[in-house]
Nanobody, 119 residues
Framework: QVQLVESGGGLAQPGGSLKLSCSAS????????MGWHRQAPGKRREEVAQ???????RYADSVKGRFAISSDEGTMTVFLEMNNLSPEDTAIYYC?????????????WGQGIQVTVSS
C-alpha cells in the first residue's frame, strides 16, 4: 500500500518562502511522476508543479520563476521550494504521485497541507 507523508507548509508573510516535502513509500517506483496540486477556498484544485522520473519538470504559469520542484529518487521524496509568496498562494497543497504499473498509471494523493500567506 502506497503511503504519502507530507511536511512543511504553515504561515508565511508576503514575499516570504516555504518548503514542502512529500515522501512516498510502500512499493517500488520505476516510472513515476511526483508533484503538487493546490486548492484554494471556493476554487478548483489545480496542478502547481510536477517532476518525472526522467527529471523533467513543469509548472503552472502562476508559479513559474517563484517555485522550484525537485526530487530525491533514493528516498522517493519530492520537494517544492516556494519563494516570493503572495496571498494568492494560500491553499491546501496536495502531494500527487503517479506510478506506472506496467499497464496503466495509478494515482496517489496525500492528505493535504495548509499554506497560508498573510501579513
Amino acid at each position: 500500500q502506497v503511503q504519502l507523508v507530507e511536511s512543511g507548509g504553515g504561515l508565511a508573510q508576503p514575499g516570504g518562502s516555504l518548503k514542502l516535502s512529500c515522501s512516498a513509500s510502500g512499493t517500488t517506483f520505476r516510472q513515476y511522476t511526483m508533484g503538487w496540486h493546490r486548492q484554494a477556498p471556493g476554487k478548483r484544485r489545480e496542478e502547481v508543479a510536477q517532476i518525472s522520473y526522467t527529471g523533467h519538470g513543469r509548472y503552472a504559469d502562476s508559479v513559474k520563476g517563484r517555485f522550484a520542484i525537485s526530487s530525491d529518487e533514493g528516498t522517493m521524496t519530492v520537494f517544492l521550494e516556494m519563494n516570493n509568496l503572495s496571498p494568492e498562494d494560500t491553499a491546501i497543497y496536495y502531494c500527487h504521485v503517479q506510478r506506472y504499473n506496467g499497464l496503466s498509471w495509478d494515482d496517489y494523493w496525500g492528505q493535504g497541507i495548509q499554506v497560508t500567506v498573510s501579513s
